[in-house]
């Protein structure tokens, strides 16, 4: 069997890698969540990515800097500090697997919100699709048992925010380049979480602290390797990397906390993604 070595080099090992990155980063917020109140988790995890991010920016000049939307970035900075604040708690309240299941259940939302928002044409296949996807969602949350949680439907609430950033940064794409988007979205994001902090701020301990550094890097190089890998490969080859985080997630909330998810959630995660793969590979497919 014949090895690609351009997609094993700029495609699988770096998509991989990002898996692994943003799988980590959800260990961290979960370890962090046992100390500090999930709106300062988001305000370290924040201003420390905009840390990371500013070295590269700034050298580039205020030319680079300008936009003419800058209010479309505040709403993204919003809209995307909600999706955090959701994923964030979710973390801290539910098994690791579920919770990131849940945050990466976007493509859902995008198929639902195509025909409204995106003026794009539905096919009956999108509709199966979504069913399915929305089917597995009703087994993750468990409505009218004794299993479902505030916190399940929060986490969905992330996946719902994520799938309006992305609309939205698609849009933004035009005429925004890619680091001055992640720029803005890291800027509005400390501003706004910044406020809420007033309300909720507790001294973290020196341990607490490296744990949100090594989360916040951990995000900053995952979108970066997963931005890389999109850039350089087609979607439809890098997209189910996404899923791999998911995967990895319940492996390490297995061996760190024991969470073991049971079989109404086994049966959605599968349909999840099952349904997600399908939106990504048949859209993609379409636009070719």
Not at 127 to 138: C, N, Q, S
Not at 183 to 190: P, R
Not at 265 to 284: D, E, R, V
């Amino acid at each position: 069997m014949q090895i690609d070595r351009r997609y094993l080099i700029h495609g699988f090992l770096p998509a991989f890698s990002s898996a692994c990155c943003f799988a980590v980063m959800a260990v961290c917020i979960k370890i962090a969540s046992s100390e500090l109140p999930t709106v300062q988790l988001v305000f370290l995890r924040s201003i420390i990515g905009l840390l990371i991010i500013l070295p590269i920016v700034l050298p580039r000049g205020i030319k680079f800097i300008k936009t003419p939307i800058i209010h479309l970035h505040m709403l993204r900075g919003f809209i995307s500090l909600c999706a955090m604040i959701c994923f964030f708690y979710a973390i801290s309240q539910v098994g690791l697997s579920e919770s990131t299941l849940l945050h990466a259940s976007s493509p859902l939302f995008i198929g639902l919100l195509a025909l409204p928002v995106l003026k794009e044409k539905i096919t009956y296949n999108n509709i199966i699709a979504l069913i399915i996807g929305f089917i597995g969602v009703f087994f993750i949350l468990k409505p009218g048992t004794t299993l479902f949680t505030i916190a399940t439907l929060i986490g969905l609430c992330s996946g719902l925010f994520i799938a309006c950033a992305k609309i939205l940064v698609r849009y933004m794409a035009i005429t925004e380049p890619v680091m001055r988007t992640v720029f803005y979205f890291s800027i509005f994001s400390t501003l706004y979480s910044s406020i809420l902090i007033i309300w909720f701020w507790q001294s973290p301990t020196i341990f607490d602290v490296l744990i949100i550094v090594l989360a916040s890097v951990c995000a900053t190089g995952g979108q970066i390797l997963l931005t890389y890998s999109f850039t350089n490969n087609d979607a439809v080859t890098v997209a189910p990397f996404t899923y791999v985080t998911v995967v990895m997630a319940a492996l390490l909330g297995w061996l760190g906390w024991n969470e073991l998810p049971d079989t109404s959630s086994t049966i959605g995660t599968i349909l999840i993604i099952c349904s997600c793969l399908s939106l990504i590979i048949k859209n993609k497919s379409s636009n070719l």
